[in-house]
């Protein structure tokens, strides 16, 4: 059993930064692919960035894709996901999963474990 908390989350205006973590606890937290996926409201989650169990692989939507970095450190048993030139459009409750084994993955039922989340909100 892997527990997630993510921090980091805040209000930051237009073209601001973010920093959001996960740290995970509980089962070996290098065996597991981790993401980032977030909601807004009204609208279902959606995948947002994802690391391979060694960090070598990473994957990105489109929308994020040159302005976020997600990035894991197995010895700290946590995940970051680092978020610049934001945009209102990225106003979102961001949550981290977890996925033993297996590649990245875009679908939400591909991973067993998730966070509570953080929200994240961008002002115009």
């Known amino acids: 059993q892997v527990a997630l908390v993510e921090s980091g989350g805040g209000l930051v205006q237009a073209g601001g930064s973010l920093r959001l973590v996960c740290r995970a606890s509980?089962?070996?937290?290098?065996?597991?692919?981790m993401a980032w996926f977030r909601q807004a409201p009204g609208k279902e989650r959606e995948f947002v960035a994802g690391?391979?169990?060694?960090?070598?692989?990473?994957l990105y939507e489109d929308p994020v894709k040159a302005r976020f970095t997600i990035a894991r450190d197995n010895a700290k048993n946590m995940v970051s996901l680092q978020m610049s030139s934001l945009k209102p459009a990225d106003t979102a409750l961001y949550s981290c999963?977890?996925?033993?084994?297996?590649?990245?993955?875009?679908?939400?039922?591909?991973?067993?474990?998730w966070g509570q989340g953080t929200q994240v909100t961008v002002s115009s």
């Open positions: 999963a977890a996925r033993h084994g297996g590649a990245i993955s875009k679908s939400v039922s591909d991973y067993a474990y």
């Open positions: 509980g089962g070996i937290f290098s065996s597991h692919t």
């Open positions: 690391v391979s169990w060694s960090g070598g692989g990473v």
